[in-house]
């Protein structure tokens, strides 16, 4: 198992902070996301994942255009989203400019579609969030169409009907992997294995252990189906520092303020230590320490889950880029390979 285990990182593009605390501007943390991206293709990462948000808290609103620009300064890594809120977007511009970092890239693109946690996209490009489940539902049907290669019909009602359409430019070699991302939404995981698609599930609170029951829905549901196996991979969020006390207290501010302020958004409480700790230890989803710790914790997930890819969100609100830099290194350098160690025992 250890072999077909992949490692990615993903961010946001959190808008961070300077040393002295000052906020930095978006265009300057876009140019830092692609450095940080370099670093993870220098020290043996094999994915990173750029998300898509539409606010003044995250840079990234158009992450293939990051992406491209990674792709022009790396070899090895693959590139993709995490995710693209394919809902308020079109399945076949999605495709065509992926497709294209895919050729930029010389076959390194991947896709991983979603609905989106944050609904700031679906006013500012004009669509009706009472449609929320339709709009996902119907483009991901042609999505799914679309990456077949072959001409596509179709017709739906969030969209234009398409009659025998060749959609360019065509992936190179093979087909455009494209994954789900998923929230914890049972229908979602059963979506993905009726359109044969690998899923990602996202672990941002709470035991691993608890994301079991959409793990085995989705493989039995592919077996239901009558589909092949497919690919799982879970992201979580985390930091890697030389030790677990300078992983926590780096990351805690950070993590605080911008969980509390999206908590008040949406009606939850601020955020306490005692939360904070509890997620970062044994049963928690926070992947926060030292090198060892990490790995442990990763490991352990990839065999609760049973595993083809992990990543880790290593951006968290304002924590600065020099200590995201560190912790990418240490992810590349000392956790992927003691995670590699560890699963095959």
Not at 66 to 72: D, G, N, P
Not at 246 to 261: D, F, I, N, S, V
Not at 303 to 314: A, T
Request: proline share 6%.
């Amino acid at each position: 198992m250890a072999e077909a285990i992949e490692f990615g990182l993903d961010t946001f593009g959190d808008v961070t902070v300077d040393g002295r605390g000052r906020r930095l501007p978006q265009a300057e943390v876009i140019r830092h996301v692609v450095e940080e991206a370099v670093l993870a293709d220098r020290v043996g990462v094999d994915f990173i994942g750029v998300g898509e948000h539409h606010r003044d808290d995250f840079a990234v609103s158009a992450p293939d255009v990051v992406l491209a620009a990674i792709a022009s300064r790396t070899s090895r890594i693959r590139l993709g989203s995490s995710v693209t809120v394919l809902s308020s977007d079109d399945p076949v511009r999605v495709f065509q400019r992926f497709s294209t970092i895919d050729a930029v890239s010389n076959g390194r693109a991947e896709v991983i579609l979603g609905r989106g946690s944050f609904t700031e996209s679906f006013p500012l490009f004009g669509y009706d969030l009472s449609q929320y489940d339709q709009l996902f539902e119907e483009k991901l049907d042609l999505f799914a169409q679309i990456v077949e290669q072959r001409p596509v019909t179709w017709s739906g009602r969030t969209r234009s009907a398409l009659s025998a359409q060749t959609i360019y430019p065509p992936i190179e070699h093979g087909h455009l992997r494209t994954w789900v991302g998923v929230g914890g939404s049972p229908e979602s995981v059963i979506r993905a294995a009726r359109h044969g698609l690998p899923l990602i599930v996202a672990i941002i609170g709470g035991n691993p252990q608890r994301f079991t029951q959409f793990t085995d829905l989705y493989r039995a549901a592919l077996e239901r189906l009558g589909k092949p196996a497919l690919p799982i991979g879970a992201h979580s969020p985390g930091h890697v520092a030389a030790s677990d006390a300078e992983a926590r207290e780096a990351l805690w501010p950070h993590y605080a303020a911008m969980m509390t302020r999206i908590g008040r958004e949406r009606g939850w409480p601020p955020v306490t230590r005692e939360h904070f700790e509890h997620e970062a230890g044994p049963d928690g989803a926070l992947c926060v320490g030292s090198p060892e710790t990490v790995a442990r914790k990763i490991a352990r997930t990839i065999r609760l889950l049973g595993l083809s890819r992990f990543g880790m969100k290593y951006s968290a609100g304002t924590l600065p880029h020099d200590a995201l830099m560190t912790s990418i290194e240490l992810y590349g350098t000392k956790v992927i390979p003691r995670v590699r160690e560890l699963i095959k025992t």
